[in-house]
Nanobody, 118 residues
Framework: QVQLVESGGGLVQPGGSLRLSCAAS????????MSWYRQAPGQKRELVAS???????NYADSVKGRFTISKGNAKNIFYLQMNGLKPEDTALYYC????????????WGEGTQVTVSA
């Protein structure tokens, strides 16, 4: 059974920084795509950033140049460095591991709250 735990959220002023972490327990494929999503109240969940098994990254236009997704030394940990935070970045941030081997494997954390406010 795979479980994901996010950490690092909090309250920060506009222009500030936060670093989110996602740690997975259980058996994780080395081919997993790791992603961060976010969902603001009344909004759909949206992809923020993803990183593939070979390190290719993808970012939402709204966070390009401000956020950086990276992997940890262990294959079951990854991060989201968020700089230049804006009030519109306020949301519940979820991490996700996804891979396909015979069947899809799609795992989510419970989310960590990021609030950007003066």
């Amino acid at each position: 059974q795979v479980q994901l735990v996010e950490s690092g959220g909090g309250l920060v002023q506009p222009g500030g920084s936060l670093r989110l972490s996602c740690a997975a327990s259980g058996s994780i494929s080395s081919g997993a795509v790791m992603s961060w999503y976010r969902q603001a109240p009344g909004q759909k969940r949206e992809l923020v950033a993803s990183i593939s098994d070979v390190g290719s990254t993808n970012y939402a236009d709204s966070v390009k140049g401000r956020f950086t997704i990276s992997k940890g030394n262990a294959k079951n940990i990854f991060y989201l460095q968020m700089n230049g935070l804006k009030p519109e970045d306020t949301a519940l941030y979820y991490c996700n591991f996804y891979w396909f081997r015979f069947t899809p494997h799609d795992y989510w954390g419970e989310g960590t709250q990021v609030t950007v406010s003066a």
